[in-house]
């Protein structure tokens, strides 16, 4: 089924010279669940790694109450301003600022990115993701949540038990791959037969006072609904 109202917001204007980076298959996947979800609307939003603001876009449109949208050189940071002035105007609550990864201040409610894997430039390429586990608690603010997309070759039960080892409530939004999957049952219990999905991953930060016994994502009866493929997401978290 095609939703009509993420394909208009999917509608844009951009443009990509030298080194930007174009949108990946995992960034139009990213893309594709920003448009289906309210995940900004009004909060303070950290980008990292706005690119040609193809998520900047989406975001703007989802009309937070301020966004700040980083790149690591200030070339790439004029592409990522002149696409957003060009499909959303000048007067919008966003600031540019050039910083490395999450070397850059302030709290947020919620932290998107698509973080680097394949050309992360890395030994370890899981670095960007492992850095968003352990490093995101100083930007954001409790409560918050942070978003962000990975490739199952990048372990995604990795991911999942580092993310609650590290205070987060974590939950699958949508898959995109050709994977059999289960509804109802946890990432984790899937049998791990493709190495190319996608997974829009969600994580809320848990409060420590609320947990007093520490938990293990695959035994603590949370569950994961999943929607594969291009229509609305439906996902949700039981404790």
């Given at each position: 089924m095609t939703d009509t109202h993420a394909d208009a917001?999917?509608?844009?204007?951009?443009?990509?010279?030298g080194d930007d980076w174009r949108p990946t298959p995992h960034?139009?996947?990213?893309?594709?669940?920003?448009?289906?979800?309210?995940?900004?609307?009004?909060?303070d939003v950290l980008e990292l790694g706005a690119g040609v603001a193809n998520h900047?876009?989406?975001?703007?449109?989802?009309?937070?109450?301020?966004?700040?949208?980083?790149?690591?050189?200030?070339?790439?940071?004029?592409?990522?301003?002149?696409?957003?002035?060009?499909?959303?105007?000048t007067d919008q609550p966003i600031e540019y600022r050039v910083a490395d990864w999450l070397s850059t201040e302030g709290e947020f409610d919620l932290v998107v990115t698509n973080p680097p894997f394949c050309k992360s430039?890395?030994?370890?390429?899981?670095?960007?993701?492992?850095?968003?586990?352990?490093?995101?608690?100083?930007?954001?603010?409790?409560?918050?949540?942070?978003?962000?997309?990975?490739?199952?070759?990048?372990?995604?039960?990795?991911?999942?038990?580092?993310?609650?080892?590290?205070?987060?409530?974590?939950?699958?939004?949508?898959?995109?791959?050709?994977?059999?999957?289960?509804?109802?049952?946890?990432?984790?219990?899937?049998?791990?037969?493709?190495?190319?999905?996608e997974l829009l991953l969600v994580a809320e930060w848990r409060d420590p006072n609320v947990y007093d016994q520490p938990s293990n994502f695959c035994n603590v009866g949370r569950r994961v609904e999943v929607t594969i493929g291009r229509g609305q997401a439906k996902a949700a978290g039981t404790q």
């Open positions: 917001d999917l509608d844009m204007d951009l443009s990509a010279a960034g139009r996947f990213l893309a594709r669940v920003l448009s289906q979800h309210d995940f900004a609307r009004g909060k900047t876009i989406l975001l703007l449109r989802q009309e937070p109450r301020s966004l700040v949208a980083t790149e690591i050189l200030p070339e790439l940071l004029d592409s990522t301003r002149a696409n957003v002035e060009r499909n959303c105007g430039g890395k030994q370890n390429r899981r670095y960007f993701i492992d850095s968003l586990i352990l490093d995101t608690h100083k930007r954001r603010r409790p409560g918050g949540e942070l978003v962000f997309i990975q490739s199952s070759m990048a372990d995604v039960q990795k991911t999942l038990a580092r993310l609650d080892e590290n205070g987060f409530d974590a939950r699958v939004v949508e898959i995109r791959g050709t994977r059999s999957v289960t509804p109802g049952l946890e990432y984790a219990a899937q049998p791990p037969t493709l190495k190319k999905d």
